[in-house]
């Protein structure tokens, strides 16, 4: 099928293709010298805005006393894919009476050891700092959600699930 010299003219095209990439990609650097930066050649100035470096403390409980149930019924849907609240584990567990409940105590459900090393209850701040961010409360969660970021959010499924609890 192919002879020596096809098979030499194959074989030295694919190396001198390398080589022009190799070249191609040494002379670029000597050019560019892409790893030398210098200063920046205008430098604006900034006032100190003299702020704190965290965000505005949130009063959880003021937020949970303006919490709407319809809403977090709404919000809840996100969770709905993984956790139900008829008493039934999914993929996540039930979420049936989960307010006031211990962490990770649903029985016949397999929890990761990132919950089950947790101490404690399920409180309305405790499910809002959990559902803030999953793997930030309790890091090796093998929750794959990514949290709730707006605190109204929180508050409105927290209190959806303490309406459709029996």
Not at 34 to 47: M, P, Q, T
């Amino acid at each position: 099928m192919f002879d020596t010299m096809t098979l030499t003219k194959i074989a030295a095209g694919v190396f001198g293709a390398w080589l022009v990439l190799l070249l191609g990609k040494w002379a670029g650097e000597e050019i560019y010298h892409a790893d030398a930066h210098g200063e920046a050649s205008y430098v604006i100035e900034v006032a100190d805005a003299g702020g704190d470096d965290g965000g505005e403390e949130i009063d959880f409980a003021a937020v949970m006393a303006e919490a709407d149930a319809d809403s977090g019924s709404k919000v809840f849907r996100k969770c709905a894919a993984c956790h139900k609240v008829d008493g039934s584990n999914a993929v996540g567990p039930h979420l049936d009476g989960v307010v006031g409940r211990d962490i990770a105590s649903v029985d016949g459900f397999g929890y990761s050891g990132a919950l089950t090393s947790l101490e404690g209850d399920w409180t309305p701040e405790e499910l809002s700092a959990f559902l803030e961010s999953p793997k930030g409360y309790a890091p090796g969660t093998t929750m794959g959600f990514a949290g709730l970021r707006k605190v109204e959010d929180r508050a409105d499924v927290i209190a959806y699930l303490q309406s459709v609890s029996n």
